[in-house]
Every structure is written in C-alpha cells, then in structure tokens.
C-alpha cells in the first residue's frame, strides 16, 4: 500500500524556521512530483504551497511563501522537505503532502495525500 507519512509540524514563534518531512513508502515505481498544500483554520480548501517535479529540477512556489519556504527533494528516499523560514501567524495551517506516483501494482498515475501536519506559529 502506498502512503504518504509527514513530520515536523508544532508550535513556534514568528520569525522562528521549521522543517516539514513527507516520506513516500509502499512499493512505488515511479514518481512525477511531490508538493505541499495547506488548509488554515476556518476554511474548507487546501491551498497549494510548493512543489517539486521528480522530472527535471523545477520547483514551484506560491507567492505568500516565495523567499521564505524552500522544497527540496531526496530521490533515493521519495523524501521531500520543506524548509520554512521567517514563520508567520499566516502560516499557522494543517500542511498536507501531496504526490503523484505510480504504483508497481498497476503503474497508473494516482494523486496521493497525507494526514497532515498541524504548523502554529504564534505572534
């Protein structure tokens, strides 16, 4: 079974970094990007963040985060990493992992999701 398992989220100051983890695991023949989205409180949408394509070495931000976040990626691992810096109360948000893979047993693209990681950053 394939799934995605995150880690990092907590609670910090603004101003202060934090590093989310997301690790694909299942048998998994090929990946074609990983990303995250997040979903403040009180809304219903997941909102993207970043991404990174498996492909070529593109990497895709949202304006809220450019300068601040930075996605990098371990293909050896189907490990990406999201390193955010100078945190807002903005930010506060359930970060969700996203991939899309292709799994050995069929190999058809699928769009994957984590359970989420909660990131509170306090004024």
């Known amino acids: 079974q394939v799934q995605l398992v995150e880690s990092g989220g907590g609670l910090v100051q603004a101003g202060d970094s934090l590093t989310l983890s997301c690790a694909a695991s299942g048998r998994i023949e090929n990946v074609h990007g990983m990303g995250w989205f997040r979903q403040a409180p009180g809304t219903k949408e997941r909102v993207f963040v970043a991404?990174?394509?498996?492909?070529?070495?593109?990497?895709y931000y949202a304006d809220s985060v450019k300068g601040r976040f930075t996605i990098s990626r371990d293909n050896a691992k189907n490990t990406i990493y999201l390193q955010m810096n100078s945190l807002k109360p903005e930010d506060t948000a359930v970060y969700y992992c996203?991939?899309?893979?292709?799994?050995?047993?069929?190999?058809?693209?699928?769009?994957?999701w984590g359970q989420g990681t909660q990131v509170t950053v306090s004024s």
């Open positions: 991404a990174i394509s498996w492909i070529s070495d593109n990497s």
């Open positions: 996203n991939a899309v893979m292709a799994p050995t047993i069929d190999l058809r693209w699928r769009n994957y």
